[in-house]
């Protein structure tokens, strides 16, 4: 076992290979033979993660070229620590969203014909992302990703997700095109795509800039930075909740996870003082936006999405912390926004599963059919309320060490305001996710118009909960893998 | 046997997260089995801290400790001073959920109730056995957490705006304290409360900085511990049920701001560098400030609870009176009240809630005659009630000999004054209500009576005031000895002081 993992052929491939099967399976077998395969991909897919997470840790980090092709010719899959914990990331949540999908899924039985190879196509795209060595790849990988999002939305048929899902297309058209774009201007430049040899010869050259700035402009569309966060929270809000919990847990990252290894690996040298700040403020003001526009919100997941806008806005404080301000800082900063990412990833994924269980259950989806809800939907709220810890960034929670990390960041590297915009952050987050809670507690006149969830549903929100929760305890290991893939090695 | 040391402390937490979780887990109408769990798992706590008081008091060190991220480890210690505070909450914590159950019955949500309760005793033993300031934080936010839906139980308007206001006050003193702690972090490093003088070689350059943190931290604890002009939040949290005010009150929340305030002074700066720095004075200043402050607007409430409210303004500021007095005697003085204040205060709101309860009474004026009606409580009230105005043998008085010894020793012959005007007004604001219950005659009805077994009300709501006054007068009758909560803080003192 021990040689087969150190020397046997790399799994790296079947993370995709894998649900690209289950997808085309599941859209030509019947619906009958739906669960089965779902249940048997979901297992093997795990197990490959598994034997991909034993593999690297014997290993360490590693590259596979598709066909034995040499760069840069063919195509290469990179395995590293963060890649590693985002396939984790991934491959637990997608199958807590798979396992709450099979039962919700019975309340929309017309979305069952696409969801399946929709959802498996997802994932497939994301372990394509998350694995990508090169420009290209990672072109084709946000392709499948927005599209299959984008399909995903539309699945309920219902109005307002078409509206909202052909918002979402428009946004991921613009994006990928303007990705392409960059995509085309350094492969006329330089001859290649491969991230890793690019970074040795990248020039700060006009074309260069430009394709940097094209490229940037595209991912912060696709991650809903602010101000081009508009079309995230309908789509978000109006998707079934194991999408939206897929979507802002996941998908959103993938577009932050690029935006990172474009700067911080590719092009560290042409990330200035100032570039950094402005990413910086973008984040600043997607946090306060955000935030304020989730305390306005009346309907339950609406509130929740802008609460997205607001978190990823977080992400993008990476940047100035990690530019120009000395190791530790910039250690600090990189383990603390790579768990902030992990941490919102669980909650916001629960939390919106959790919120789905509640609408199902109260029949209604604004605030105030919450009232009662205390009383006779526990488990539903339990989620909910575990969830809002997290995203808050209280302790015990994976939300708060995360923080923490941050605000030891800023502080070390003199940037203040960055400490105002995380502590004054917390406070907004506090003020929307405590005005869900405070309904909770409201009797109601008529009890009895609640109808139970089923189980599965309530504890598949419960355990993402509690995994973001643990994340506040057990930190030293994700800590660890991430802190081995900081860019300039151990520096 | 080492292993036991390393998770004594651990497994005083978990009896009552465990009891949470099963509480939570269990059907609402199950009450036989929860109550049931809830009385297991506070006598099984109060054993186990009997045990590491036992072993503590013989030098003995209970450590749980391990890594959360590089450089901060979670800590939970049990020092003299930490199982001091964890025995108080747990022998409070027993009689309280004795009333409660009792004060309950019958009501919807108790499951929710009970839940958060045990949850919000687990957070006070962890702020009592953190080691670090890092620990200290984390269960400091956990008690905001769970000690909301207990303020907010009742979910009418008035309890919202109460939770609203509650959190306001508790969460920006959260961020606040954040601050300070990552300051501190920054500076120098993991703290331990274990050991002394870690601060020294900061100075002379830092002290400023040190200076600023020190303003942070305490501002950030002194909204819990309701100082003047951070205590709006205590008397509107009166709006939540009786056994949950004596908690508040008593024990967890506003203890755990002054405990707090105790492990900065002492653990994390050092009794003898915050005296260098001066910081006392200003901690003083501001305690005085709220002692009389909050004895002056006792005066002025009419409602039960929330003369009482403002009772516990005044007086859990003894406690930060009591440190600032540089030396020994100030030391024993303030943190003696911090438990004999506590076995007074949940005597009170316990009696409080026993005629609102029976009777209906809420206002001052409705109490004409109770004493004849409600001997048993009332008497209870009364012992409570002395004490807190500081007659021997009671125990407060116990806490005011020290306090005043201690500002004589430490040359603020202010601080006497002080005293003395907020004990006149402590009798002002208290003997009215002691003439009314037993001197003057009942006026017509009784707002809302309710016939609860033979004696002044059920047993439930009776035993536990008549305990805690009974502790109350003990500790005061039975100071010298060697069990006495003065013998345990001398043994604290000695250990502050004597490093």
Sequence with gaps: MLSWLTEGPSLLPWLVILPLLWSILSLTAGQRLQPLIATTAVGLILLATLLVLLQWLQ????????????????????????????????????????????????????????????????????????????????????????FSAVGLVALTGEKKALAASLRYLYAALLGSLAWLLGVALIYGHQGQLDISSLALTFTDSISGQAALALMTLGLLLKMAAFP??????????????????????????????????????????????????????????????????????????????????????????????????????????????????????????????AAGNLVLAMGRPDLPGLHGAGRYLPFSLLGFGLAGVSLMGLPPSGGFMAKWLLLQSALLSGQWWWILVLLSGSALSAVYIFKVYQQCYVESDNPDRFRQPALVLDLSALALALLALALGILSAWPQWLISTALPGGAA | MMDLHFWLPVLVLFTSLGAAAIIFWLDENNSRMRSSINLAAAGIKILLVIWILVGVSQGEVYETRFTLLTGIDFVLRADALGVMFAGLSSLLWLFTTLYAIGYLEGTPN???????????????????????????????????????????????????????????????????????????????????????????????????????????????????AAMVPLHGWLPEAMVAPAPVSALLHAVAVVKAGAFGIVRVVYDVYGITLSYQLGLLLPLGIAAAITILYGSLRALAQQDIKRRLAFSTVSQVSYIALGISLFGPAGTIGGLVHLLHQGLMKVTLFFCAGNYAETLGIHKIQQLNGAGRRMPGTSLAFTIGALGMIGLPPIAGFISKWYLATGALHADMDWVLLVLILSSLMNAGYFLPLLYRIWFCPQQGEWPQERVLGRWDTSLWLLIPPLVTASLSLLAGLLAASDFSPLAWVQLVTTREYLP
């Design chain 2, 110 to 224: 108790r499951r929710r109730f009970f839940g958060f309760f045990s949850l919000c005793v687990a957070s006070t033993l962890g702020i009592a056995f953190a080691g670090n300031l890092f620990t200290f934080l984390i269960f400091y936010e956990l008690l905001t957490l769970s000690t909301y839906p207990l303020v907010v139980h009742k979910g009418t308007d008035k309890a919202l705006r109460a939770g609203r206001l509650y959190l306001i006050y508790t969460l920006g003193g959260g961020v606040v304290l954040l601050a300070g702690v990552l300051w501190m972090h920054s500076l120098a490093g993991d703290l331990s409360f274990a050991a002394t003088g870690q601060l020294d070689a900061l100075l002379p350059e830092q002290a400023s900085t040190l200076k600023w943190i020190f303003l942070l931290l305490i501002g950030g604890l002194a909204v819990k």
């Design chain 1, 228 to 353: 081009l966060h508009s079309w995230l929270p309908p789509a978000h809000a109006s998707a079934l909740p194991p999408v939206s919990a897929l979507l802002s847990g996941l998908v959103a990252k993938a577009a932050f996870y690029i935006l990172v290894r474009l700067w911080l690996e590719m092009a560290p040298d042409n990330l200035t003082f100032s570039a950094a700040q402005l990413l910086g403020a973008l984040g600043a003001a997607a946090v306060f936006w955000g935030g304020w526009m989730a305390c306005r919100q009346q309907q339950l997941k609406m509130l929740v999405a802008y609460s997205t806008v607001a978190q990823l806005g977080y992400l993008l404080l990476l940047f100035p912390l990690t530019t120009g301000t000395g190791e530790e800082a910039t250690r600090l900063a990189w383990e603390g926004g790579w768990l902030q990412l992990t941490s919102h990833a669980l909650a916001k994924a629960a939390m919106f599963l």
């Design chain 1, 59 to 146: 290993r360490g980090d590693h590259f596979y070229s598709l066909g034995d092709w040499a760069v840069p010719l063919g195509i290469r899959l990179r395995l590293d620590g963060l890649a590693l914990l985002l396939l984790l990331l991934t491959s637990g949540i997608t199958s807590v969203c798979t396992l709450h999908a099979g039962r919700y899924l019975q309340e929309y039985p017309r979305a069952k014909t696409y969801f399946w190879p929709l959802l498996a196509f997802c994932w497939a795209a994301m372990n394509v992302i998350w694995l990508s060595a090169d420009l290209f790849n990672l072109y084709v990988g946000l392709e499948l990703l927005g």
